[in-house]
């Protein structure tokens, strides 16, 4: 996903998506033929490298406040450095974060294509790839007029390497296995060096206005990381950019700055005079500000939208139409529905820590009722709810076609062979314990569903409460008394290498917690091989991931496939310029603006 990072599992919020099918009308891009599945993983890797601004829009008008609406909340990091979730991902970079690439639509195509940012290109290496220089734009400023600098940027970057404070964040993954002396430095504050002085792999120039990234390894995919928000600016002043203090209220350096922000329930974004449009290839500013709700019910979200009145022409929602109600948007308001693909997969990950036979995870293939429990979570099978076989998304380079459990169907349920398994192990009754939001009513519906079917498949099944505010924490924390945990994961590129680390590398959980390692899988001889495939050429990497992947599936199935995504969101009919954004699975905030 880029960013692929986490993403909040069971409600159809928060997705990476792909390729938008169709396009019609009103800003929307779908009432098409439907979901491309033979490329859910192909995010697309198209560039501009000499993009400019500023961005206009045929027809658009300044003015307007647009809600956004979602179930989920902001319980996830807004800190640049520790910000790989999607829904916040694609908020904060598309609307108050700069970094040193971005992502631009491209309405002819329907993609998202790799565009310049805060850099001027998309970046110089060197001939093996092991370094890279960035020069910056004149004229870009932080919210408060001041300029933004290389230095700034250098630290922003440097800030990643820490993966004990930023324990959300992509470093782990990209920072310290690729930049140089990522094995060994931890970062400004775990390693007492709150300059980001005792490390040399980050330089920079503030007279030329360059920044410098050696590497350790080749990393020719460096400009696609350059786009996350970790690979931005950030104050150097410790009483600003202090990590405690910064996750409350980071610095704008885009065309909206943040007016208030309350964890788990909302954002609310005013314009920033001191964005410059002339800088930016990709964002616009065209509504006077945003308003975020969150931990609103699916279902009354869908009631607003289709009465279309009042503020309810001027919302947005990046959640997905509810099933029961997609068909009345797709037949009677298809210029308000937007589909398409998503490189995501959701699954869930058993505790390895606690889950040790191998049976358990069979059983439970062969038990989960993915059909109702899909429909029970108001998702639409085969357009944001897909079968899935194996951890990777169709579409992704090097992957094959290969089924974790033998004999299992896409979305097959059998819960007497399930009940055969568990017998024939000794494990009748074994416990399952998983969490549910009693604060949404898809949760309850699904908690409900699954429960039933555990049980028929001679599980001991435990629903734990949890709520909306309070569920990414719990689920995250290595101490919750659960056994599986609902997880989904995106590309953060076209790239094996963005599925396999991220989810199968070891990590200390003592130090970090699960990290996105939710099924704390800890194999030696599988870190090696990651290692091992780090190394190898670029051309001979993507099959050496779909290897590992499929050795981790069939030998030791420490996560349950369940479906890749897709999207169908919905907004106002005074909404415009809303399509996929196929690397995060939002809106395409940047181009939005509001019919007056």
């Avoid at 998983?434 to 049980?455: G, I």
């Avoid at 599988?526 to 069939?554: H, N, R, V, Y």
Wanted: aromatic share 10%; proline share 7%; with cysteine.
């Amino acid at each position: 996903m880029r960013f692929k990072k986490p993403i909040v599992a069971l409600s159809a919020a928060c997705l990476l998506t792909l390729a938008a099918c169709g396009g019609s009308g009103g800003g929307g891009n779908g009432n098409g033929p439907g979901v491309d599945t033979s490329n859910l993983g192909n995010t697309g890797n198209g560039q501009d490298p000499t993009r400019q601004g500023p961005v206009t829009i045929e027809g658009a008008t300044k003015g307007g406040t647009v809600t956004v609406l979602t179930s989920t909340g902001f319980t996830t990091p807004i800190d640049p450095t520790d910000l790989y979730y999607t829904d916040t991902n694609g908020i904060m970079t598309s609307l108050v974060m700069r970094q040193l690439t971005q992502y631009a639509y491209d309405k002819a195509t329907g993609q998202m294509i790799l565009v310049p940012d805060l850099a001027t290109d998309l970046g110089t290496h060197n001939d093996d790839y092991t370094e890279w220089t960035f020069t910056l734009r004149d004229g870009i400023k932080w919210e408060n007029g001041d300029p933004i600098t290389a230095k700034e940027v250098a630290f922003g970057i440097i800030r990643s390497y820490d993966q004990e404070t930023f324990v959300n964040g992509p470093g782990i993954y990209y920072t310290n296995p690729y930049f140089l002396e990522g094995d060994t430095y931890k970062g400004p504050y775990t390693g007492n060096d709150p300059d980001g002085t005792k490390q040399h792999a980050v330089t920079y120039d503030d007279a030329a206005k360059t920044v410098t990234i050696k590497m350790a390894k080749p990393f020719s995919d460096f400009p696609y990381y350059a786009s996350m928000p970790a690979m931005g600016p950030i104050p150097t002043d410790p009483a600003i950019s202090d990590p405690a203090k910064y996750a409350q209220h980071p610095w704008a350096s885009g065309p909206y700055k943040i007016d208030s922000y309350v964890i788990g329930k909302s954002l609310v974004l005013s314009r920033n005079e001191n964005w410059d449009p002339a800088t930016d290839p990709a964002r616009t500013q065209y509504p006077d500000g945003y308003v975020f709700k969150g931990g609103q019910d699916p279902l009354k979200i869908d009631q607003i939208l289709l009465a279309d009145s009042g503020a309810g022409q001027t919302t947005l929602t990046y959640d997905d139409v509810q099933s029961q109600d997609y068909r009345k948007f797709q037949n009677d308001h298809a210029d308000r529905l937007v589909i398409g693909g998503s490189p995501c997969t959701y699954f869930y990950a058993l505790d390895t820590r606690t889950v040790k036979d191998k049976a358990i995870t069979e059983a439970l293939t062969w038990a989960l009722p993915y059909k109702d429990q899909i429909l029970a979570s108001g998702l639409i099978p085969d357009v944001n709810a897909i079968a899935a076989t194996n951890i990777m998304p169709p579409g992704v380079p090097g992957r094959t076609e290969y089924t974790a459990v033998e004999g299992h169907g896409p979305f097959e349920t059998d819960t007497a062979k399930a009940k055969q398994i568990l017998t024939d192990a000794g494990l009748l009754n074994y416990e399952i314990k998983f969490l549910f939001r009693t604060d949404l009513d898809t949760d309850v519906q699904s908690k409900a569903v699954l429960t039933k079917s555990l049980t028929e498949a001679g599980f001991k099944a435990t629903p734990v409460p949890t709520t909306v505010a309070d569920y990414v924490a719990t689920r995250d924390n290595p101490k919750t008394d659960i056994n599986v945990r609902s997880y989904g994961w995106c590309s953060d590129w076209p790239s094996g290498a963005t599925w396999i680390p991220p989810l199968f590398q070891s990590t200390d959980i003592a130090k970090i917690g699960f990290g996105t390692n939710e099924s704390a899988f800890n194999v030696p001889a599988i870190d090696q091989k990651i290692a091992d495939t780090f190394k190898l050429p670029s051309a001979e990497q993507p099959a050496q991931w779909d290897a590992i992947g499929k050795e981790i599936l069939t030998q030791y199935l420490p996560v349950v496939p369940r479906y890749y995504t897709g999207v169908a969101m919905i907004h106002g009919s005074k909404i415009n310029g809303m399509y996929d954004d196929n690397t995060l699975g939002t809106p395409t905030f940047r181009n939005i603006w509001v019919s007056q």
